[in-house]
C-alpha cells in the first residue's frame, strides 16, 4: 500500500525557516508529480508548490522567492521524497501542509495525499 509520511511542521517566528519532508511508501511504478498545498483555517486547500516529473517547478505567487520545492527520487522507486524549503515564513503562512504525489502504482494512476503537518508562525 502506498503512503506518503509528512515531517517537519512546527512552530516559527515571522522571518524563520522551516524545512518538511514527505516520504513515499511502497510499489511506485511511475512518478508523475509531487507537491505540497496547504489549508488554514475557514479556507480553501490551495497548493503551494508542485514539481512534474521532467522537474518543472511552479509556485503560488505567495510563496515566489522564499518556498523552494525539491524532490528525491530512488532509482528502485521504493521510496521518493519531496522537500519544501520555507524561508521568510510570514504569519499567513500558517496552515496544515499536505503532501501530494501523482503516482502510477498497482491501483492504477490516481492521487495520494498525506496526513498533514501543522506550520504555525507566530512571535
Known amino acids: 500500500q502506498v503512503q506518503l509520511v509528512e515531517s517537519g511542521g512546527g512552530l516559527v517566528q515571522p522571518g524563520g525557516s522551516l524545512r518538511l519532508s514527505c516520504v513515499g511508501s511502497g510499489i511506485i511504478f511511475r512518478n508523475n508529480g509531487m507537491g505540497w498545498y496547504r489549508q488554514a483555517p475557514g479556507k480553501q486547500r490551495e497548493s503551494v508548490a508542485v514539481l512534474t516529473f521532467a522537474g518543472s517547478a511552479n509556485y503560488a505567487d505567495s510563496v515566489k522567492g522564499r518556498f523552494t520545492i525539491s524532490r528525491d527520487n530512488a532509482k528502485n522507486n521504493a521510496k521518493n521524497t519531496v522537500y519544501l524549503q520555507m524561508n521568510s515564513l510570514k504569519p499567513e503562512d500558517t496552515a496544515v501542509y499536505f503532501c501530494?504525489?501523482?503516482?502510477?502504482?498497482?491501483?492504477?494512476?490516481?492521487?495520494?495525499w498525506g496526513q498533514g503537518t501543522q506550520v504555525t508562525v507566530s512571535s
Open positions: 501530494y504525489a501523482d503516482l502510477n502504482t498497482n491501483e492504477g494512476r490516481r492521487d495520494y
